[in-house]
């Protein structure tokens, strides 16, 4: 299982960013999918999942209201729709698959990780 996260950028506080993950060696629905992100004097938080099945989304209290989790199943790719963007919102944003839990928001819980995409939110 390999994922590709693409989509990142430089972007003024206010604006809008969508982050893409395209999944390989299985298909999006067998697995819940999250986005994670960090900066280099951080550990590796929790952003915002999608459940296996789809219905269900879960977020951060920090990215509530403003990012948006959604995936495509036809695409095999999950989104990170965000928008409202403020400065603390700068990190290498990963995704991230799970086997194992219908929906997880712990970096335990998830098998598989993608590279890494750099978000830059200019004040």
């Known amino acids: 299982v390999q994922l590709q996260a693409s989509g990142g950028g430089l972007v003024q506080a206010g604006g809008s960013l969508r982050l893409s993950c395209a999944l390989s060696?299985?298909?999006?629905?067998?697995?819940?999918m999250g986005w994670f992100r960090q900066v280099p004097w951080k550990e590796r938080e929790f952003v915002a999942a999608i459940s296996r099945d789809g219905y269900s989304e879960f977020y951060d209290d920090s990215v509530k209201g403003r990012f948006t989790i959604s995936r495509d199943n036809t695409l095999n790719t999950v989104y990170l729709q965000m928008s409202s963007l403020k400065p603390e919102d700068t990190a290498v944003y990963y995704c991230a698959a799970s086997k194992d839990y219908s929906i997880a928001n712990l970096r335990i819980e998830y098998d598989y990780w993608g590279q890494g995409t750099q978000v830059t939110v200019s004040s």
């Open positions: 060696g299985r298909t999006v629905s067998t697995l819940a």
